[in-house]
């Protein structure tokens, strides 16, 4: 009875370490996963941080942002996770608030060149709502007033991109009414002239004839 007493307790002790062992290693591995997927998300930030200054440098050497405008639009990407965690949730609203405002750059710099400045301005504008100082760029911030103030950028250089488009296509347009309407004014006077010279001709024919029946 003592040996199976003695057994049976060596096998519940034998469990319990194991459990334990089993608990430690699970507790382990998935604060090892945590910490891989955070330094992978800390390493994809800071890449697209740097594709984004970047672009950035595009816009500077066009000449079309000044280095203020860069500055602020730096500080809202660099500046995203200094009073956030870095987590999923808030890494996957950083991607989209960068890609909307790549996607509208892009745009920008890929445009005619005769519309890049005046859709640039929009730049402008969204750089001077921004905060000057990195402790307006809060948790708050990025959660309420970021997106919409990129969300409306985006509006607004398609709208300025599209009205440079129409403005342009209708100038071929209305040269076209301008050199028609030129060419009719040009035809009706040309006809004016071919019926004055008909009646000077037939003047004159009747002046003749008058002579002719006096002699």
Do not use: W
């Amino acid at each position: 009875m003592v040996d199976m007493g003695l057994g049976i307790l060596s096998l519940v002790i034998v469990i319990t370490i194991s459990v334990l062992i089993m608990f430690r290693y699970n507790k382990y591995a998935t604060l090892k996963k945590q910490e891989d997927f955070q330094q992978q998300i800390s390493f994809t930030a800071r890449q697209t941080q740097k594709s984004f200054s970047d672009h950035l440098k595009k816009l500077l050497n066009q000449g079309l942002i000044e280095m203020p405008h860069k500055q602020g639009l730096l500080m809202l990407i660099n500046n995203y996770f200094v009073y956030q965690p870095i987590n999923e949730f808030n890494f996957n609203l950083f991607i989209e608030l960068h890609d909307t405002l790549v996607n509208s750059i892009t745009k920008i710099l890929t445009a005619p060149a005769n519309t890049k400045q005046e859709a640039a301005k929009e730049i402008h504008e969204l750089a001077a709502k921004l905060p000057n100082k990195t402790a307006g760029y809060s948790a708050t911030f990025y959660m309420e007033k970021a997106p919409v103030l990129v969300g409306q950028f985006s509006v607004t250089v398609d709208k300025s991109l599209a009205g440079n488009k129409t403005s342009q296509s209708s100038q071929p347009i209305e040269a076209e009414q301008s050199k028609s309407e030129h060419n009719d004014s040009k035809n009706m006077n040309g006809d004016d002239n071919i019926s004055v010279d008909e009646n000077q001709n037939s003047d004159s024919s009747g002046v003749s004839q008058a002579q002719k029946n006096v002699q």
